[in-house]
């Protein structure tokens, strides 16, 4: 295989009578590395250089969950069945064993895959996310809403104001970000509908509201990142959510949001490298 992310073909797999669509890139064998992306993202919004630079490594799998870009049927309201689906997914491909970097949304929809079958997740990135329950996600709708208006009026993308600080160097690494996104031209996934969207925005509402979960019982690692002035997810929630569970590392990068992953990718990247190998 050993593709690149702008190469990749789009393939798709049936997952109980749901088409589900899928990249896969690097070298196959062992443990694979599956990524689950964030809220309104479909495959064409993973950054290649995070999904090239542990590809170089690891076998990666991306994939729209149900719902999602080009995946059939309609994305459920709540994050237990988005983890239950991601699971199902996994399973069709034939894993029984994998490692998940899940962003976000992504990252809430990873805790509900470990919790649910422990034994399928070997460990665990979890970057700009926060445990369930974890307090003032009621704030998401107006956070989202008041970046939609700026960048409807703005003509951008709303992760402009969601991903990056407005500030010149976070403006710098956004422009960047877009311009890596980019570099795919063909075979690109089909945008967001609105029914995933709104959707995902209940999901992630109630998932704020929820009972939070025990994750003292996810013992396998996990290595936990985010922004120092995140607007969708507090660092503060993702210190949280390390401080919960018992095999866990912590990494804020400095001067950055939600997308302090993409900003700071050249450090995020090794970091996580060193990480998968243990």
């Known amino acids: 295989m050993t593709l690149t992310w702008q190469a990749a073909p789009t393939k798709t797999i049936d997952v109980n009578g749901t088409s589900f669509s899928y990249r896969e890139v690097g070298e196959p064998g062992g443990v694979p590395v599956v990524f689950l992306h964030h809220f309104t993202a479909v495959l064409d919004d993973w950054d290649p250089r995070v999904i090239d ?10 994939f729209d969950n149900r719902g999602v870009g080009s995946s059939g049927s309609t994305v459920p309201g709540d ?12 399973k069709a491909l034939g894993y029984d064993r994998v490692d998940l970097l899940g962003f976000s949304l992504g990252g809430a929809v990873a805790q509900m895959v470990a919790l649910a079958d422990p034994g399928l997740v070997r460990r665990m990135v979890l970057a700009g996310t926060g445990p369930r329950g974890g307090g003032g996600i ?35 690494a956004a422009g960047e970000y877009f311009g890596r996104l980019a570099e795919r031209t063909r075979d690109r996934d089909r945008p967001i509908s609105a029914q995933a969207r709104n959707a995902q925005l209940r999901a992630i509402t109630a998932g704020g509201m929820h009972k939070p979960d025990d994750l003292s019982v996810i013992t396998s690692p996990v290595f936990v990142a985010n922004g120092d002035k995140d607007l ?3 660092s503060d929630h993702s210190a949280d959510l390390a401080a919960r569970l018992p095999n866990s590392r912590l990494r804020i990068y400095p001067d950055s949001g939600h997308g302090g992953i993409f900003q700071y990718h050249r ?6 490298l060193e990480f998968l190998a243990g």
Do not use: C
Request: avoid cysteine; proline fraction near 6%; aromatic fraction near 14%.
């Open 232 to 234: 969708m997810v507090s």
């Open 138 to 172: 009621w704030k998401m709708p107006f956070i989202v809403g008041s970046a939609y208006a700026k960048a409807f009026l703005t003509r951008q993308d709303p992760r402009n104001f969601l991903f990056f600080p407005r500030t010149a160097e976070g403006k710098k």
């Open 53 to 62: 630079g542990l590809a170089a490594r690891h076998h990666v799998i991306a």
């Open 79 to 90: 994050i237990e069945q988005m983890g239950a689906d991601a699971r199902a997914f996994i």
């Open 267 to 272: 450090e995020f990247v090794p970091e996580v």
